[in-house]
């Protein structure tokens, strides 16, 4: 089918719009990224509910220490928690950017969201921002108590490359007898950094995610393209994927890796997991942050809402 007719006029004027030159730095990347986000963010995605509590804490992680910022829902505790880990291609992208979701899954799902303000690519590249995600999830187990949380209901997500590193977490808390995980929710997830799924080359560019970013962003996440088939670089390549928590993934139609999503889904169903997944039809990579202008994004979010409750209160 044809692109949404709302989703349409988004990409026609942000492609109007982006004027960046080709060759800036990830540094101004960021700075793009941010500031768009400032002025136009709450166009397009709506502020969500004011939490219970909001507060940031500081969480050591090897080498260093990161920021997890904590949404607290209007429920008596102990609540489920679920760990939420933004997108931007392993290099941009701050937990600002994402706090309308956040505050809407905290308020829809009744559960502290643990929004992950992992270090970045490339002065952090691979494996750094995986590791820092999973450090943060099992400190987050470890004090459980002390932050109003159950530590039985745990679920984890994100959306593209934030996508990317909630699946290689859910297989390191598997690897390494972590933290148990009922629930992970890919939103257009990038799990095959080999880029050999079909649509990375049989959806055109223009769709607000060209290939020649998708492969600029590797590079510098990676640092070396020798380490693309590890798992935790890409989930879609470990040889066992058995023993994983239940999914809800989706990808979108005229997106580049919409059959990453697909992919994974079908290697995820043959190791014995649950799995729900769909495609987004007339969608691009990232309709999910249309919510405030796009009917079906909206409807979308509440879709995944729900069975992110579901998940962490059945």
């Known amino acids: 089918m044809p692109l949404d007719s709302r989703?349409?006029?988004?990409?026609?004027?942000?492609?109007?719009?982006?004027?960046?030159?080709?060759?800036?730095?990830?540094?101004?990347?960021?700075?793009?990224?941010?500031?768009?986000?400032?002025?136009g963010g709450a166009l397009v995605m709506p502020k969500g509910p004011e939490p219970a509590q909001q507060r940031d804490v500081v969480i050591p992680v090897d080498g260093g220490q990161i920021v997890v910022r904590l949404y607290v829902p209007h429920v008596a505790g102990p609540v489920p928690?679920?760990?939420?880990?933004?997108?931007?291609?392993?290099?941009?992208?701050?937990?600002?950017?994402?706090?309308p979701r956040c505050r809407t899954i905290s308020a829809g799902a009744n559960c502290v969201v643990?929004?992950?303000?992992?270090?970045?690519?490339?002065?952090?590249?691979?494996?750094?921002?995986?590791?820092d995600c999973y450090a943060a999830l099992v400190w987050l187990s470890e004090h459980a108590d002390e932050l109003g949380i159950d530590a039985t209901r745990i679920g984890i997500g994100g959306e593209s490359a934030g996508a990317n590193l909630a699946a290689a977490v859910c297989l390191m808390a598997r690897d390494r007898s972590g933290p148990a995980l009922r629930h992970q929710w890919l939103d257009v997830p990038a799990v095959d950094l080999t880029m050999s799924q079909p649509s990375i080359h049989s959806v055109p560019d223009g769709?607000?995610?060209?290939?020649?970013?998708?492969?600029?962003?590797?590079?510098?996440?990676?640092?070396?393209?020798?380490?693309?088939?590890e798992p935790y670089a890409s989930p879609l390549l470990a040889d066992d994927l058995s023993g994983l928590p239940p999914a809800w993934i989706m990808s979108c139609e005229f997106d580049k890796l919409r059959d990453d999503g697909v992919a994974y889904a079908s290697a995820l169903k043959e190791a014995g997991v649950p799995v729900e997944s769909q495609i987004l039809k007339g969608h691009v990579h990232p309709s999910f942050a249309f919510t405030r202008l796009i009917p079906s994004a909206k409807a979308y979010e509440r879709e995944a809402i729900a069975a992110l409750a579901k998940a962490l209160h059945g």
């Open 207 to 229: 769709y607000l995610l060209d290939l020649d970013i998708i492969l600029e962003f590797r590079e510098a996440y990676l640092g070396s393209l020798d380490r693309m088939t």
């Open 114 to 131: 643990a929004s992950v303000d992992y270090r970045m690519a490339p002065e952090n590249a691979y494996p750094t921002p995986p590791e």
């Open 81 to 99: 928690l679920y760990v939420f880990l933004h997108g931007g291609g392993w290099c941009i992208g701050t937990l600002d950017e994402r706090d």
């Open 7 to 39: 989703v349409d006029k988004i990409v026609k004027l942000m492609n109007a719009l982006d004027r960046e030159p080709a060759d800036r730095t990830m540094v101004q990347r960021r700075a793009a990224s941010a500031a768009l986000a400032r002025r």
